[in-house]
């Protein structure tokens, strides 16, 4: 489906655009990957937020975390995460998100402005489209600003680097 171009507002940004990660824009990468438990790295990322709630892990869920605390440019943002933890392994694929593999569709339906993708190394770009074209779908048929983006395995070790106390590292 084409969409004309004047008609989306569908943004990919990085977490050095979250003023929520705002420590992180000090650190440049290092390379090296710090595999944690995707529960940690979830409980590190709400901490961030300020995010008291509970978010359990079960097959169909829509999203890992919401929040309504991500700042953006100064303006607060509803956002959903999705994290694959390190018992994916190798290249991030839309085939390993999910049973079905369905888990970015799922994650775009949440009702939010924000939504990432996060995983411990490598993500496919095969990822990172799909995951742009259901944000520009969004955009279009909501008309209204939506932001997307990817935490690969160098952005997940400089945000765990720039707040070892949160991610206790």
Known sequence: MRIPKRQLAAKSI???????????????????????PETRFKAGVAKLLGEQGSFKDWGGESRDLSSTRLKIGGRRRTAAFAFKGPGTKGKLTPGKMGKNGDQIQRLIRCPAD??????????????IEQLRSFAELRSYFEQREI????????DSERLIRAYPDVFKV
Not at 147 to 154: H, K, Q, R
């Open 14 to 36: 990085t977490i050095d655009d979250v003023d929520s990660f705002g420590k992180i824009q000090k650190l440049s990468a290092t390379g090296n990957y710090i595999p944690m």
């Open 114 to 127: 924000v939504f990432f993708v996060q995983y411990w190394a490598e993500i496919d770009d095969a990822v």
């Open 147 to 154: 932001f997307f983006g990817i935490i690969d395995g160098v």
